[in-house]
C-alpha cells in the first residue's frame, strides 16, 4: 500500500492511479456487459449465471472490495486533479481580465472539463442502478420476483427507468470513448505507430458500452422479450 500513497502524493501519480482504476473499470464494464447479453439467450441462461455468481461469496466479496475501491479512488482523483486544474489556470491574478476570460472559456471547453461532467452523469447513474438492481430501493413489486430476469424486466420496461438507462449508456459511452486512451496516456504509453490506433480503439470500446448497455431497455420496450424466439 505503500506504494499508493506514493502515488498519491504526486499529480504525476494520481493521473497513473486514475488511468490505471479507469482501465480497471473498462476491465469490468467488458465482464458486466458480456454478462448481461445472457438476457438475449434467455431467462435460463441468464438465472443460472446470477444464482452462480451469487453462490460465489468469498468471489463476489473479493471483486466487490476490488471494484468499489477502484470507483473511489477513481472518482476521489476525478475531484481532486480537476480542482487543482482550475486552481492553477486562475493562479495568477495579476492577469490581464480578457486572458482570465479566455482562460475561462479554455477550461470549460476542455477535454477534462467534458470528462469530469460526463463522469458526474455516470455517477449519477451508477447511483440509480445499484439503488434499483442491488438493493431494490422502492421496488416492492420484486420481493415476491426470484427471477433476476424477470427482476430486469420489470425495472427495464419502466418508462423513466429506460429514458435513465438509456441516456445512461450513452454518457458512459461518450465517458469511456475518451478515457480509454486518456487512460493509456496517464500510464505513460504515448507512441506515435500505437496512439493512434489506441484512439480508435477507444471510440470503438465507447461505441459497443453505449449501444450494448442501451439496447436492454429498448429491446424491452419493443419486445416482450429480448431473447431470440
Ligand atoms: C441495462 C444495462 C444493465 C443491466 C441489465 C445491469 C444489471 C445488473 C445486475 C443484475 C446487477 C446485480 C445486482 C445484484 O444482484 O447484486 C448489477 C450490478 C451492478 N452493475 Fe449493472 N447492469 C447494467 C448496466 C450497468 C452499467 C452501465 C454499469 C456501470 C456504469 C453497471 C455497474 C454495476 C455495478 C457497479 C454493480 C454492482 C456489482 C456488485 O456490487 O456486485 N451496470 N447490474
Redesign the pocket.
Known amino acids: 500500500m505503500n506504494w499508493l500513497t506514493t502515488a498519491l502524493s504526486s499529480s504525476v501519480g494520481q493521473k497513473f492511479v486514475m488511468g490505471l482504476t479507469g482501465l480497471f473499470l473498462c476491465v469490468f464494464?467488458v465482464i458486466?456487459l458480456s454478462g448481461?447479453l445472457l438476457?438475449y439467450v434467455g431467462p435460463e441462461a441468464y438465472d443460472q449465471y446470477?444464482h452462480f455468481l451469487?453462490s460465489q461469496k468469498g468471489f463476489?466479496a473479493f471483486s466487490?472490495v476490488l471494484?468499489y475501491g477502484a470507483f473511489f479512488l477513481h472518482i476521489y482523483l476525478a475531484f481532486k486533479l480537476s480542482a487543482t486544474n482550475v486552481t492553477s489556470r486562475f493562479k495568477s491574478y495579476k492577469m490581464k481580465a480578457s486572458k482570465r476570460d479566455d482562460r475561462m472559456v479554455a477550461a470549460l471547453v476542455a477535454p477534462e472539463a467534458w470528462m469530469f461532467r460526463s463522469g458526474a452523469i455516470?455517477l449519477l447513474?451508477?447511483i440509480v442502478?445499484?439503488s434499483d438492481?442491488?438493493f431494490e430501493i422502492g421496488w416492492d413489486i420484486l420481493e415476491s420476483e426470484s427471477s433476476?430476469y424477470a427482476k430486469?424486466g420489470i425495472i427495464?420496461r419502466d418508462v423513466w427507468r429506460a429514458v435513465i438507462?438509456i441516456l445512461?449508456?450513452l454518457v458512459?459511452g461518450v465517458h469511456v470513448s475518451h478515457g480509454f486512451a486518456s487512460a493509456f496516456q496517464s500510464l505513460g504509453v504515448n507512441h506515435p505507430k500505437y496512439t493512434p490506433c489506441i484512439k480508435w480503439c477507444s471510440i470503438a470500446f465507447g461505441w459497443i458500452v453505449a449501444i450494448g448497455?442501451a439496447s436492454?431497455?429498448i429491446i424491452w420496450a419493443l419486445t416482450d422479450s429480448p431473447a431470440a424466439p
Open positions: 464494464l458486466h448481461n438476457l446470477a451469487h463476489l466487490q471494484l455516470v447513474f451508477l442502478h445499484l438492481f442491488k433476476p430486469a427495464l438507462y445512461g449508456s458512459l448497455f436492454f431497455p
